[in-house]
């Protein structure tokens, strides 16, 4: 076997290795859909938490404009 031949054979096998250990790894594509599905899942969070919050503040309101039609 000649050198070249032996080098081209190792080549041939860390291709082969390099591409099997590496195709559990996240691709830009696999990110870009996680980061797309986290943010609409945060955007949906923010907007239960924006009504609980304005639900809150109108009751607020509501508690205190009784406290004081009940004081005079």
Same mark, same amino acid.
């Given at each position: 076997m000649s050198t070249l031949e032996s080098l *081209?054979? +190792?080549a041939t096998v860390l291709e082969t290795e390099f591409r099997t250990e590496l195709r559990h790894l996240a691709t830009k594509? *696999?990110? /870009?859909?996680? +980061?797309?599905?986290f943010m609409g899942e945060l955007k949906a969070i923010e907007n239960r938490l924006m009504l609980r919050l304005g639900g809150l503040f109108i009751a607020g309101i509501g508690v205190a404009? /009784?406290?004081l039609k009940l004081w005079q």
């Open positions: *081209d054979t +190792r594509a *696999d990110l /870009a859909n996680l +980061r797309a599905e404009v /009784a406290i």
